[in-house]
């Protein structure tokens, strides 16, 4: 994209309303627009994150062989009185009524309507298991929206349900789940250090709320460091085996992690003082098994291998999309502005011209722009290079392609790396591949 | 896909409430499921095609250099009492209340957000024209929803709106998107003619819809046969130039072509007789140029040349997204189900098995399905083989590779073509080639 044709407004004052970085961030680089207390309209840098991030979350989700569908965001309230759960969801459900005066709402979550879809399709024990999921906008009527996309009220969620036959099985799925959300978290470039959560009624260990470590977030954490040294990505799991799933989960929960809620002392004594991490986390996952709760009371049985019905065991696993475009800033910034992750980047690199109308500049910044115009932002504006630079910092592009007059008449880039300053002579061609990962060193090195 | 692990629930029975054959076969082929009148959840198969469908959509945007963002759903009222037309919609709105009392709307459409935005970002005339759209759900509380996705209460749609400085700049906007349009329709595998539609009080001859020809569709239409002929994607047209674009865009409205809203008898007659089509067509887009009309209402000024202010030239540019998986199957289908284009289909092939179990069989199948299991939905059913045909059929895949016993002994697969049932005996890698495109001959040729 050429800057000057963008509709990316980069904003120099700090706005008045944004209480934390990420939000603030967010305006000043043109990722987003509010346009209601809590809703928010995304810009095309944001969207392209948004997109990214989602992506990420799919792929992994689709690794463990969980099916994309997509459900509405409206829903019937009839659903809801079958759960029980409309009276008792309280004022965060925003509630509807259409012309006709049948009783609707804006879908805050979905588990309702999958156990109702999963009846109307699935009618015996040798369907399942099944793992389904779709990213779709929800709604939560908030009382005081806050902290930008990280607390809106309309937000982009991934959520998955899942229907196992037994509660093996469905502690085989949760702790594949598991394993799922660990990856994705690492692929976006952040470390989101899983913690036990309350489980309620249900009891037992299966629900984790996944943090994303920063700063500014709303809980407090405590966790053994061996937490976030581990590389999950190249982590050995056989997933279609019980027993390799149980290795795998207990390697994670063996470690001591719980937020101030259900922190205990006794239990953090026994961590090792050095491996002791205190500090703050935002929310960004939560896995959950919750048995035959929504089954039974919706009254959806499968056929069992000897006829008789049974009530399928579920789990719910959510990820918030938009919420963790705000908590990847807030866990990757610097004062100058966002640093974005190679994988979430909405461009791989800003190319800057420092002289536009000059012969060998334009030459150079296009020859450059057209090896990938849809990985660069071409600030082609007619700007002083104070600005230019300062704009490329607040936008957190992974790389910056700095063409002024003396190098370009030499072919020569200035490359700079946003995340640790680093800066590089190169010539075009090198300077290309090292942005593209076309240089052998490929992205880890980067 | 393993169609055994697949959310893909195929009926046999015809659903009762289906009145038209994209409704009914997308129920029969487990695409969709309603979950609320005029509210449907999209199951595996219907969604793969919705994101193919979006795609291509998003694709011919992105080339006539239009932007993406994303607008929420729900909008706050207060934009559309400065419009006016708040009070002036319709009972098709659906209103909200939320839980502070303010008004808040789901959107219907986006003229009122997008000037709004516009005018936050953009105040100089050198910053024009901007064309930005989005692909995002929308409800309209139809009285009386009907014919499946073609005409429900929730549903996707990619609107674009463009911003202009002068009447001119404006009309070569409106001629790139027609191009466009004519572009991606063709891309997804039907025929959608442009119709000159009703300007209203604007005037002037800037609103076309285009209709896909189908014998179920809402409209009566009379158009000359030239304008089915063309081919859009090899039009040589320079979006750059005025001139080009004035070419382009008398090379299509010269010819005959009319809704039965605003046909007329007299000009029918200049056609030549053997070049006159009458038929019927379902509306899957309209582009529509409106000038003035929602920045002068909002008071969204920019500066000109001269220092003074001047209200931007709009237009806006709607293509059903979700209405088009109906319109594809209404123009692309028979008494044994759906036909999909090869653009568009959810997966290139089916692979029935037709005796699991059987050691040759299975290698066969898994081979076949292994070289590109996201492309191949895998009927490893233990189910007659007159099912899985049916099955197949109903469901549309071009291609079916089809692994009979006596074949698979000698490494044979047979291969259908859905469009023309023509039948190929082929070994395994002349059937992927063909299926896969990777045969040298391409998509065309198939």
Same mark, same amino acid.
């Given at each position: 994209m050429r800057l000057s044709r963008g509709f990316l407004p980069t904003l120099k004052e700090v706005p008045a309303e944004a209480q934390i970085a990420s939000h603030r961030l967010m305006l000043r680089a043109g990722l987003v627009r509010q346009t209601s207390a809590g809703i928010y309209a995304w810009l095309p840098v944001g969207l392209r994150v948004l997109r990214n991030i989602e992506q990420i979350v799919r792929e992994e989700q689709n690794a463990i062989g969980a099916q994309e569908v997509l459900m509405p965001t409206v829903q019937s309230s009839e659903l809801w009185k079958r759960s029980g759960r409309y009276d008792a969801y309280g004022p965060e459900m925003l509630r509807i009524r259409d012309r006709q005066d049948r009783e609707l709402l804006y879908g805050p979550t979905n588990e309702e309507m999958i156990t109702d879809l999963f009846g109307q399709v699935i009618k015996s024990y040798r369907e399942l298991p099944q793992a389904l999921y779709h990213v779709q906008w929800k709604f939560r009527d908030e009382l005081r929206p806050r902290f930008g996309v990280m607390r809106g009220r309309e937000f982009f969620m991934k959520d998955a349900y899942s229907f196992d036959a037994s509660y093996e099985d469905a502690v085989a799925t949760y702790r594949r789940m598991m394993l799922a959300y660990l990856r994705t978290f690492q692929r976006l470039g952040v470390r989101a250090v899983p913690m036990k959560a309350d489980t309620g009624p249900i009891g037992g260990d299966l629900s984790h709320e996944f943090l994303v470590l920063a700063p500014t977030g709303e809980s407090g954490v405590f966790f053994d460091a061996a937490l976030e040294e581990q590389d999950w990505l190249h982590e050995?799991?056989?997933? @279609?085996d019980h027993a390799s799933l149980e290795v795998f989960f207990n390697g994670v929960t063996r470690f001591y992690a719980a937020t101030d809620e259900m922190h205990d002392e006794t239990s953090w004594e026994d961590v090792p003082a050095d491996r002791r991490r205190e500090g703050r986390g935002i929310e960004v996952g939560h896995i959950f098994y919750f048995g035959t709760k929504y089954t039974e009371s919706m009254g959806i049985s499968v056929s069992g291998p000897d006829g008789a019905q049974f009530f399928p065991e579920m789990g719910s696993y959510g990820i918030g999309v938009s919420r963790l475009v705000g908590a990847v800033i807030e866990a990757s910034h610097d004062e100058a502005g966002i640093i974005w992750p190679d994988s979430v980047a909405p461009y791989r690199a800003a190319i800057l011209s420092l002289k536009p109308g000059d012969e060998a500049v334009d030459a150079l910044c296009e020859r450059l722009y057209g090896a990938a115009p849809d990985a660069f932002l071409y600030d082609d504006r007619s700007e002083r290079a104070g600005v230019k630079f300062n704009d490329a910092d607040l936008m957190g592009h992974p790389w910056q392609m700095i063409v002024g007059p003396r190098g370009a008449k030499e072919g020569k880039v200035e490359l700079?790396?946003? @995340?640790?300053g680093e800066r590089f002579e190169l010539t075009a061609e090198d300077a290309l591949a090292k942005v593209l990962g076309t240089? &052998? @060193? &490929?992205k880890d090195a980067a």
């Open positions: 050995n799991v056989d997933i @279609a700079k790396r946003r @995340a640790t240089d &052998g @060193a &490929g």
